[in-house]
Structure formats: structure tokens, C-alpha cells
């Protein structure tokens, strides 16, 4: 018995030694958390940075408060280049301890990448209020004074920190930039040299040494500097593979797919190496061999994405879009899910809306975001596809989720801005293109679609504005000294117009439109003879530019010499008989001269010639209509159409006449009949769109005249007709802010059309607009047009006044 509870007590006395033993061997929770921390430190600084992530969120899980920890996550997801979560952990760690100073200024680096230059100056200064010796706080200094131009202050600071932290290569590699942008490449040389000399394995610097000399055009020391990091890691694939890529652009072509091909030998597997040696055979133009080997590729390795989406876009680069999409087809049915699935299916959407195939387009589109609802570059896509097919608001939507998870995309904020702008939200575009502009004041595009939204408000200062930023920033900007040329021009400015457009002739002195503009110049200081030489030159550099052959016309004919006015025009329509403008300009001077035959028949050939030419279509019409024979004119073009159906623009003009002697029904079918022949006459769709707004305004009606015209507002949004036309049919839907910001711009275009002086009154009749709205009804009541809506407008501006 008592041996039975003696065994029984050293069991207890065991049990509890064990215990002991293993609470001994976890620790306490601060121990743990340091062990976690210790262990994430060591694999950061060996690189292993998912292993090393894991550890820190260890160490979190037992002390979310651990702000050092929120800092090593920090400089973990900067490494992965995951910019929003790096920001996201340093912020917190400063929120935890505002004195952290290294975190501080690493958030400050990350704002100056996100070009938030003064939060990150205010970062800078943040630091070195506390500390005005930390070396990071003076390196942001520094990257914030190169990014505002101000490079010998930035300078003085780095050769300081050199000085005080001889060890570290951040001030190295900074003055090694500065002298690159400086054009001093000997000095860049020096700079890493020195830097090499304190830490002969520093790769970033020999890399970056390695670029230099080969800028240098000294591509031996280059190349040494390239076996000097294979030697110091012989163990890195990569550095050999940059040693290709160097011998690659260096002309030593041999020795570049010698290296590749061993690559590819010792590492079957890997893909990279195979996708570089299809790459090298590409840019040495041997694509035979590069499909051979994306072909291998993918049968050695059928599960990787890569060389098959090489071998898609190859194909796709050769217009053979079928084949490309059956490579992506068969990897699809090899891998069956998973994210390179879904990579596969949303590469072949891209295909389908390339080839036009919307619907397919987004039917794939949708595959992917059922999958993977997150998938920002499938949301980006299906903003594309939504807004060529009219449907701006779901555009909207989607471009909208993009900038959510990436708020520096900038196509995604461009995209956005011009659908709100299709959709006819002028402010909401306006909005986004400034904020694009605050975070990134150099993309042009933004600059460009604010010039146009503020002309067409009439705010030609705040435009002017816009171009003169965009000729500070790039001051052999092209588009941005022709926009103020032209702009000082409408003002009949010419000192200013002169000073643009002379920059502009240095730029691009064989542009026909340049020369014609010089032109232009020497009208408005009245040196007609200059002026001439001027257009004649532009027609030698272009002989089918139509603005030079104008100007040339209405300067004989404002000379009174209008016979040689139609003798110049005769030669040029001679020497580009397919011009269509051309024959415009030849009939109208002789509809001048009173010459109807020889106008009507210049306006025939230019219409047969382009069928969607309105002013071939208006001037007939106005030929017949001054002639008071629309009747006999009507019978006459039915029978010339009907010997020859295929000539839309006859029927195009037999549709005009007919809505001038009030049969709109009559004209719609032949609209109708014309678009089923071919639907890209602007003209008829427009006509037709405003027929269903004007005549049957029904809800499905006006869905199809929105239809209709919005393809048009792109090409033709500076032609008051076609917006017109938009604004009428938002204006039918009670959408009377829509309306009125479509007609943004164009009220200076139309005052003497009486229509749309009668939309655009009963638009801000609407909006409560009362002294606008007499303003253009009086204009539309001035003459005695006939015109659908003349009833309409007289009664309204009765109650106006």
C-alpha cells in the first residue's frame, strides 16, 4: 500500500517538473514577443520577407500596442513594394510612438513617391525638429529638395551626411543620381567609386556604377563591373542574367544567347530564363525562334502563365488574334481555376473588346469578377468596355471601385473624368481632372481636358491658365503652344499669338498647320502678299490641307479678285481630285458668283465622294432651296438615287430637303434606311436621333436617340448640331443641368442657328434661368426661320416678357 502511494506521489513530483519544465521553455507573453520579433529581424535582414512578415504579426497578436513591430512590418511591405500596407503599419507605429523618427521619415519617403511633396517636406522637418543630426530625417530632406529643383541645397545636405555616415549608401547613391541628372557622369563614376571603396559587395551601387559606364560608352569596365557581382554571388541566376541583357544591348549578341541558353539549362524549371531568351530573340528580330521557344516553354511547363502570355501577345503583334486566343483557351483547360485561370480569361477578354466583340468582352469580364470580385484590373476593363457602349454611368462605377483600391491610378482617374464628362457631368469631370492634377501635375492629358471644359464655358483666362502651366513644365510642348497660338488668335492678340506660334515654326517647321497659322499672322497685320506665301508653302508640305487652301480663297476674294480665287481652287481639285473639302470650297465660290451649275456640280462630287460631308450636304441644300426649286430638285435627286442606291449621300440630301419643307416623317425612314446601309454616317444619326427627341419623345424613343448621338459627342464635340441634339434628348428626359452642360461652349457657335437659340431658352427656362431664357428665345424669334418648336418658342417668350 505504501509503496503503491509512493509510485503515485513521484508521479505528481514528475508531472509537475514537466510542467515546470515547459512553461520555463515558452516564457511569458513579453518573452514570446520578443522571441517573435528577434527571429522577424534576422529573416528581414536575410531577405526571406514573407517568413519574416509571419514573426511580426506574431509578435502583434501578443502586443498590438508593439510599435517597433508595426515599423518592421512596415519596412516588410516597402521591400514587397506594398505601398498602401507599408503606409498603413508605419503609420501606426507613429500613431503608437510619435517619436519614432525612423518611422516617421520612411512615411515621409513613401508620401514624396506618392508626389505629395509638402506632407513629406512636413515629415522632413518633423524629424529634425526632434533629432537635427538623423541621418534619415536629413536624407528625406534632401530627396525633397532634389524634387522641387533645388539641387545644391539638397547637395550641401547629402555631403554632409556622407561626411557623418560614411558606411550607409543612401547619400552615395543620391549624389550619384543628382550628377546623373546633372549630365556629370564622370562625377556619378567618382561618387560610386568612393562608395565601393567603403563596401566593395554593395550590389545596388556596382549595379547602378555598371549603367553608368555603359551611358559612358566605356562598355569594358562595364562589363567587368557586371563579373565582379557574378564572382562576389556566383550563387544569383539574376546577375547573370543582367550580364545577358548588358552583351544584349552592347552589340555581343553571342555571348548574350550563350548565357541565356545555359540559364535555361541549368534551370529547366524556372521561367523567367526561357521568357528572357524569347524576349533576346525578339529584339534581334528572330521570332521563329522566339515562338519556338514559348512553344517548348509551354510544354515543359504547362502550368506557368508567362510564356504563354507571351505567345498570345506575339500573336496578337502579327493581327492573328484567333491563334492568340487559342493558347490562352487550352492553358484555361489545362489549369482550370486558380489566379492564373482568371489571368488567362481576362487576357482574352482584352482580345474579344480589341476586335471589337464587346458583349464577349464582357461576358468573360464578368467570369473573372465572379471569381474574384477584388480583381482591379477586371473592374478597369469592364469601365472600358461599359463606356463604348454608352453606358457611362456603370463606366462610372466601375473606374470608381479601381481608384478606391488605387487611388494613383492614373488612367483609372482619366477614364473616370471622361465618362463623367461623356455622360454630360461637366463638374464632376472638371472635379476629377483637378484633384488627377493636384497629385500629378504633368499628365497632360488631364491639362488638355480641362483647356477644352473651360472654352467651352467661356473661361478662356482659366484655359489659358492650364497651357501656360503646360509650357512652364515642357516648354517644346506642342500641343500646348499650338492651343495658345490659336487661343491669342480668336483674341486677335497678335503680339502673343506671334510669340507662341514662332516657337512653334522652330519646333516644327515643316507642319503644314504652323506655316498656315503664320499666315493667319500676317492677315491680322494686314500683310495679305506674306499671307499668301504662307498657305501656298503649307499646301506644298500637305497638298490635301484644307485650312490652307481656305485661307488662300478668302484672301483672293477679300483682294476682289474671285476669278483667281476659283482658278487656284480649280488647280488644286485638279491635283487632289478625292478632296471633298476641296469641291465645297470650288462651289461655293461659284454659288458666289451665281454660277449654279458649276456649284451644284462640285457639291455632287464632293457628296458622292463622302457621303457624310454636312457642308457638301448643307450647301446643295442651300443651292436648292436660294434656286425655289425644292420640288423639282426632290424628283430630280430620287431618280439619280435610285439608278444608283449606293450613293448615301444623295439620300442624305434628299433627307435634308425633305425637312425643309416640313416632311420629318419622310426623312426619318430614309435615315433609317441609310444607317442600315452604313451606320457610321454621323450626319443621319444625328437627324435621326433628333427626329425621336423632337417628333416622338417616348421613354424607349429617347433611349434610342441617346443611343443614336452618343457615339457622335466624342468625334464631334465642338459641331453645335450634334450637341444640340444631345441636350435635347436630356432635356426631353428632364435631365435640364444635363442639358445645359452639354451646350457648354457652344452658345458663341450657334447664335445665329434660331434652334438652338429656342433649346437653349427653354433649357434655362427650366433651371429658372428667366433673363437667359428671354435672352436666347428673343434670338431664336428674330427672323422669320421656320423651325419645329417656332410655336413653342413664341408662346414661351410671351409669358417672359
Given at each position: 500500500m505504501f509503496q503503491k502511494k509512493r509510485i503515485a506521489f513521484m508521479g505528481i513530483i514528475v508531472v509537475f517538473m514537466l510542467t515546470a519544465a515547459f512553461l520555463a521553455g515558452c516564457g511569458g507573453p513579453e518573452e514570446k514577443k520578443a522571441k517573435f520579433f528577434q527571429k522577424g529581424k534576422a529573416l528581414y535582414e536575410k531577405g526571406e520577407y514573407v517568413k519574416a512578415r509571419l514573426e511580426f504579426k506574431n509578435a502583434l497578436q501578443i502586443d498590438p500596442h508593439f510599435a517597433r513591430a508595426y515599423y518592421m512590418l512596415g519596412l516588410v511591405e516597402l521591400r514587397q513594394k506594398r505601398w498602401k500596407n507599408a503606409y498603413g503599419a508605419l503609420a501606426k507605429a507613429v500613431e503608437l510612438d510619435p517619436d519614432m523618427l525612423d518611422a516617421q521619415a520612411a512615411m515621409g519617403k513613401l508620401l514624396l513617391a506618392a508626389k505629395e511633396k509638402e506632407k513629406a517636406r512636413e515629415k522632413a522637418d518633423l524629424v529634425l525638429a526632434k533629432d537635427p543630426e538623423n541621418i534619415e530625417g536629413l536624407l528625406l530632406k534632401a530627396a525633397c529638395l532634389l524634387a522641387g529643383n533645388k539641387d545644391a541645397e539638397a547637395e550641401k545636405i547629402i555631403r554632409s551626411v556622407i561626411q557623418k555616415s560614411p558606411q550607409n549608401q543612401e547619400p552615395y547613391l543620391m549624389m550619384a543620381r543628382l550628377r546623373v541628372k546633372q549630365k556629370d557622369l564622370k562625377g556619378a563614376r567618382k561618387v560610386l567609386e568612393d562608395l565601393l571603396q567603403q563596401d566593395e559587395a554593395n550590389k545596388i551601387g556596382r549595379i547602378l556604377l555598371a549603367e553608368i559606364l555603359e551611358k559612358s560608352k566605356d562598355f569594358k569596365a562595364a562589363e567587368a563591373q557586371y563579373q565582379t557581382l557574378i564572382e562576389q554571388e556566383p550563387e544569383k541566376p539574376a546577375l547573370r542574367l543582367a550580364l545577358a541583357r548588358f552583351y544584349g544591348r552592347t552589340g555581343k549578341p553571342e555571348k548574350a544567347e550563350s548565357i541565356l541558353k545555359d540559364l535555361v539549362k541549368r534551370a529547366p524549371e524556372e521561367e523567367n530564363y526561357r521568357l528572357a531568351l524569347a524576349q533576346f530573340y525578339a529584339e534581334t528580330r528572330r521570332p521563329e525562334r522566339m515562338e519556338a521557344v514559348l512553344k517548348q516553354a509551354i510544354s515543359d511547363l504547362p502550368d506557368k502563365y508567362g510564356p504563354v502570355r507571351m505567345l498570345a501577345a506575339y500573336y496578337l503583334s502579327r493581327k492573328k488574334a484567333p491563334e492568340a486566343m487559342k493558347v490562352l483557351d487550352r492553358f484555361a483547360d489545362r489549369v482550370k481555376t486558380g489566379p492564373l485561370f482568371l489571368q488567362a480569361r481576362l487576357l482574352k477578354a482584352r482580345i474579344h473588346f480589341q476586335e471589337g466583340d464587346r458583349d464577349k468582352a464582357l461576358e468573360l469580364v464578368e467570369v473573372v469578377l465572379k471569381e474574384n470580385p477584388g480583381d482591379v484590373a477586371a473592374h478597369a476593363l469592364k469601365g472600358d468596355i461599359l463606356a463604348t457602349k454608352r453606358d457611362f454611368v456603370g463606366a462610372v462605377a466601375e473606374y470608381r471601385t479601381v481608384l478606391h483600391e488605387e487611388p494613383r491610378n492614373v488612367r483609372a482617374a482619366l477614364n473616370l473624368a471622361r465618362a463623367h464628362f461623356m455622360n454630360g457631368e461637366q463638374a464632376l469631370a472638371e472635379e476629377t481632372y483637378k484633384r488627377l492634377l493636384e497629385a500629378n501635375p504633368r499628365v497632360k492629358e488631364a491639362r488638355l481636358a480641362l483647356v477644352d471644359i473651360y472654352r467651352r464655358k467661356g473661361k478662356v483666362d482659366l484655359a489659358r491658365d492650364q497651357l501656360e502651366e503646360m509650357v512652364k513644365q515642357d516648354p517644346k510642348d506642342k500641343a500646348a503652344l499650338?492651343?495658345?497660338?490659336?487661343?491669342?488668335?480668336?483674341?486677335?492678340?497678335?503680339?502673343?499669338?506671334?510669340?507662341?506660334?514662332?516657337?512653334?515654326?522652330?519646333?516644327?517647321?515643316?507642319?503644314?498647320?504652323?506655316?498656315?497659322?503664320?499666315?493667319?499672322?500676317?492677315?491680322?497685320?494686314?500683310?495679305?502678299?506674306?499671307?499668301?506665301?504662307?498657305?501656298?508653302?503649307?499646301?506644298?508640305?500637305?497638298?490635301?490641307?484644307?485650312?490652307?487652301?481656305?485661307?488662300?480663297?478668302?484672301?483672293?476674294?477679300?483682294?476682289?479678285?474671285?476669278?483667281?480665287?476659283?482658278?487656284?481652287?480649280?488647280?488644286?481639285?485638279?491635283?487632289?481630285?478625292?478632296?471633298?473639302?476641296?469641291?465645297?470650297?470650288?462651289?461655293?465660290?461659284?454659288?458666289?458668283?451665281?454660277?449654279?451649275?458649276?456649284?451644284?456640280?462640285?457639291?455632287?462630287?464632293?457628296?458622292?465622294?463622302?457621303?457624310?460631308?454636312?457642308?457638301?450636304?448643307?450647301?446643295?441644300?442651300?443651292?436648292?432651296?436660294?434656286?425655289?426649286?425644292?420640288?423639282?430638285?426632290?424628283?430630280?435627286?430620287?431618280?439619280?438615287?435610285?439608278?444608283?442606291?449606293?450613293?448615301?449621300?444623295?439620300?442624305?440630301?434628299?433627307?435634308?430637303?425633305?425637312?425643309?419643307?416640313?416632311?420629318?416623317?419622310?426623312?426619318?425612314?430614309?435615315?433609317?434606311?441609310?444607317?442600315?446601309?452604313?451606320?457610321?454616317?454621323?450626319?443621319?444619326?444625328?437627324?435621326?436621333?433628333?427626329?425621336?427627341?423632337?417628333?416622338?419623345?417616348?421613354?424607349?424613343?429617347?433611349?434610342?436617340?441617346?443611343?443614336?448621338?452618343?457615339?457622335?459627342?466624342?468625334?464631334?464635340?465642338?459641331?453645335?448640331?450634334?450637341?444640340?441634339?444631345?441636350?435635347?434628348?436630356?432635356?426631353?428626359?428632364?435631365?435640364?443641368?444635363?442639358?445645359?452642360?452639354?451646350?457648354?461652349?457652344?452658345e458663341e457657335k450657334s447664335k445665329n442657328i434660331p434652334v438652338i437659340n429656342y433649346h437653349l431658352g427653354m433649357i434655362y427656362l427650366r433651371l429658372d434661368r428667366k433673363a437667359l431664357a428671354r435672352k436666347y428665345l428673343s434670338r431664336a424669334l428674330k427672323g422669320k426661320d421656320r423651325y419645329p418648336g417656332r410655336k413653342e418658342a413664341e408662346k414661351a417668350y410671351k409669358q417672359l416678357t
Open positions: 499650338t492651343a495658345l497660338g490659336d487661343l491669342y488668335l480668336a483674341r486677335r492678340d497678335v503680339r502673343k499669338a506671334k510669340k507662341y506660334l514662332t516657337r512653334l515654326a522652330r519646333l516644327a517647321p515643316e507642319s503644314p498647320a504652323v506655316i498656315t497659322k503664320m499666315g493667319v499672322v500676317d492677315l491680322l497685320e494686314r500683310r495679305p502678299a506674306t499671307a499668301k506665301q504662307f498657305f501656298e508653302e503649307a499646301l506644298k508640305k500637305d497638298p490635301d490641307y484644307v485650312p490652307a487652301l481656305r485661307q488662300l480663297a478668302n484672301t483672293l476674294v477679300a483682294e476682289k479678285k474671285e476669278k483667281r480665287a476659283i482658278a487656284r481652287c480649280k488647280k488644286q481639285v485638279a491635283a487632289r481630285p478625292k478632296n471633298d473639302s476641296f469641291r465645297v470650297l470650288l462651289g461655293r465660290l461659284y454659288l458666289r458668283n451665281r454660277n449654279f451649275s458649276a456649284a451644284r456640280k462640285q457639291f455632287e462630287k464632293a457628296l458622292a465622294l463622302n457621303p457624310d460631308s454636312q457642308e457638301a450636304l448643307f450647301s446643295l441644300a442651300q443651292l436648292e432651296q436660294t434656286q425655289g426649286s425644292v420640288e423639282k430638285a426632290l424628283k430630280k435627286y430620287r431618280e439619280v438615287w435610285a439608278k444608283n442606291p449606293a450613293n448615301l449621300g444623295v439620300a442624305m440630301l434628299i433627307a435634308t430637303l425633305l425637312e425643309q419643307q416640313g416632311r420629318p416623317r419622310e426623312a426619318k425612314a430614309l435615315y433609317e434606311k441609310i444607317l442600315d446601309r452604313n451606320p457610321n454616317v454621323s450626319a443621319a444619326a444625328n437627324n435621326l436621333a433628333f427626329y425621336y427627341a423632337e417628333y416622338e419623345p417616348t421613354t424607349q424613343n429617347l433611349m434610342r436617340a441617346k443611343a443614336l448621338v452618343g457615339p457622335l459627342l466624342d468625334r464631334h464635340k465642338d459641331n453645335p448640331n450634334v450637341m444640340d441634339t444631345a441636350a435635347w434628348i436630356a432635356y426631353r428626359q428632364g435631365e435640364f443641368k444635363k442639358a445645359r452642360d452639354l451646350m457648354a461652349g457652344m
